[in-house]
Structure formats: structure tokens, C-alpha cells
T-cell receptor, first 116, second 114 residues
């Protein structure tokens, strides 16, 4: 079975440009999570969706960040405009949430973003 | 609210030595506990998890962890380290909210020397 798929794997852009990160969750999963990982702050949860609906976006750093999940098999994380401090590895994860908790999150390989 | 504390950002062991990575959690409800491993330039991969039942949980690659409620701990161990175990390890707790959200610790980098 295919795992969580993320694209691109690497992105280098200049400050001020728009960046779009993409994620395809595992088929049948109903929860999707976006994380950011940096040396300074570790692993941060940015936003998560359940059944394509955003549940909690309190981790989104600022209005420059937005995320969408138009259908069960696709999600995007957009940064506009990008800044050097956005440089990080961005992970997408998915799970099959049953309502009881304890479900495993499956992570994608990540997108390594460098903003110059 | 949940929180996770991993003692030691780096742990160094020799190949063949015991591995012990510490994790303490705080949770207002009975927790679900996880250990993930991250190899360089890869995503996180589940090592093992505790939900209910037996408090000693066995995972992949010879790792195991024991849930101790009285100590609010979920330490990860492996009897004999291998060079391939060098990676970063994350402990996480879920509150069982129904959305399978996780609160992660800051991670512990395991270094294995020959």
C-alpha cells in the first residue's frame, strides 16, 4: 500500500514568493495533520482536518499560512508570501480516527523548504 | 492539556549496550502513549504504542516500553544497541479526543558508536 505522499520533496524559493505544499493521505484515512519541524522549535502541529473539515488551526503561525482539504485524497499547505524564517521541514500525516483515540498517525517523507 | 518531557536531547551508547530513552508525560485523562523514530531525511515511523491492556509493549526492531502510571513514565528500552538504531526518537501522548491528535516531546537523538 502507498503511504502518505508529499510533494515536492524539496523546495527552494525566494522571499516573497508563494509556496504550495501538497499531501495525499493514505486511502481510507479520515484525519490529516500538517506539522512543521525545525531545530529550534522541534515538531509543531500546524492544523488538522477530520473528514476534510479543519478542526483546529491554532498552530498556524500567522495569516500568511493557509491550508485546504478539498477532498479526502488531497490537501495543500500554502505560504504567501514566504519568509526566510519559514524554512523548515513540513510533514503531512494521516490516520483513521475512530473516535476513541489511540490511533496511529502515519507520516509522509516531508517537504524540505528553504526560503532565501 | 497534555505534555511530554524527554530527558536528554542526546544519548550516546556503544554498540551492544543497553538503550534507555526516557519519557514522562502529563495528562488529565488516561493516556495513549507512542514512540516514533525518525531516521535522517525521513518522516516519523511508529515504533510502538500503548493504548490499553498489558503495560509492557513490544515494538519493531527489538524495542520495548513500559507504561508506569504511578511514575507517569513510558521509557523506551532495547537490550543491545545496533549501529542502525542511530536516529531521533520521539515520545508522544494522545488525549483520546477522537481525532487522534498527538502531543510530541522534543525528541532524543540516539548516537551509537562502534
Amino acid at each position: 500500500d502507498a503511504g502518505v505522499i508529499q510533494s515536492p520533496r524539496h523546495e527552494v524559493t525566494e522571499m516573497g514568493q508563494e509556496v504550495t505544499l501538497r499531501c495525499k493521505p493514505i486511502s481510507g484515512h479520515n484525519s490529516l495533520f500538517w506539522y512543521r519541524q525545525t531545530m529550534m522549535r522541534g515538531l509543531e502541529l500546524l492544523i488538522y482536518f477530520n473528514n476534510n473539515v479543519p478542526i483546529d488551526d491554532s498552530g498556524m503561525p500567522e495569516d500568511r499560512f493557509s491550508a485546504k482539504m478539498p477532498n479526502a485524497s488531497f490537501s495543500t499547505l500554502k505560504i504567501q508570501p514566504s519568509e526566510p524564517r519559514d524554512s523548515a521541514v513540513y510533514f503531512c500525516a494521516s490516520s483513521l480516527a475512530s473516535g476513541t483515540g489511540g490511533e496511529t498517525q502515519y507520516f509522509g517523507p516531508g517537504t524540505r523548504l528553504l526560503v532565501l | 492539556a497534555q505534555s511530554v518531557t524527554q530527558l536528554g536531547s542526546h544519548v550516546s551508547v556503544s554498540e551492544g549496550a543497553l538503550v534507555l530513552l526516557r519519557c514522562n508525560y502529563s495528562s488529565s485523562v488516561p493516556p495513549y502513549l507512542f514512540w516514533y523514530v525518525q531516521y535522517p531525511n525521513q518522516g516519523l515511523q511508529l515504533l510502538l504504542k500503548y493504548t490499553t491492556g498489558a503495560t509492557l509493549v513490544k515494538g519493531i526492531n527489538g524495542f520495548e516500553a513500559e507504561f508506569k502510571k504511578s511514575e507517569t513514565s513510558f521509557h523506551l528500552t532495547k537490550p543491545s544497541a545496533h549501529m542502525s538504531d542511530a536516529a531521533e526518537y520521539f515520545c508522544a501522548v494522545s488525549d483520546g479526543s477522537g481525532y487522534s491528535t498527538l502531543t510530541f516531546g522534543k525528541g532524543t537523538m540516539l548516537l551509537v558508536s562502534p
